[in-house]
């Protein structure tokens, strides 16, 4: 069997704000195309952990890479190499569709004399050419959805980062999201996604849990069931919840 390639690598990550710490020597790995869940309660660490992968920010101390390249000395690399999507969609609202393609292309820098094509072939793809000069702030919130990871991936990066992605919308809507979710990591785009919602974390290959800044569990959803007695992950997450130091204040 090929030994699968690790797109990201994680050894004894901590990062401390004064005496806080809000990462505590967390270890992991990310495989290419690999679907990978990086959950917790509110406080628990993984925001912070993501913007140090992400490229955004210093870790006070670990081993760590991020497609290939250095988070300590490579940053501007990991974030060319990168997509990523928020909660919010990251799009402008006051900007048409097409206008939103385009300057997310140049940020993530497509060349300026391909950015028109990616933009069209994006459009067509979607079926939104009829939208191209729509205001993003009128587009239904599914669609919204689908252009905003759609465009986190124009540029065909090796990681997608999705930050609680499918916040606030419908459940139909929310499957057919991971969808295209599923598309991309056939394609071996490798998806590095936060969610609330514990049915999302069944769709994942892995799933890391944090709580109090440590890594609780990691495993796949099915092992982390048996390994925990659980019927879902929601029964999963509850338990080890339950053992945090919020929890027991």
Known sequence: MAEKEIVISVKNLVKKFGAFEANKN???HVNKGEIFGFLGA????????MKILCGLSAPTSGEISVAGYDVYAQREKIKRNIGYMSQKFSLYEDLTVMENIR??????????????????????KLHFLEMANTLIGSVPLGWKQKLAFSIAIIHKPEIVFLDEPTG????????????LI????????????TTHYMDEAEYCDRVCIMVDGRIDALDSPDNLKMQFNAANMDEVFIKLARNSDYEKV
Do not use: C, H, M
């Not at 509110?42 to 952990?49: E, I």
């Not at 599923?182 to 996604?193: E, K, L, M, P, Q």
């Open 168 to 179: 606030g919308v419908d459940p139909v809507t929310r499957r057919q999201f991971w969808d």
């Open 103 to 124: 300057f997310y292309a140049g940020i993530y820098g497509i060349k300026k004399n391909l950015i028109k094509t990616k933009a069209l072939e994006l459009l067509e």
């Open 42 to 49: 509110n406080g628990a660490g993984k925001t912070t952990a």
């Open 182 to 193: 599923y598309d991309a990591s056939n394609r071996g785009i490798t998806v590095f996604v």
């Open 26 to 28: 967390l270890s992991f």
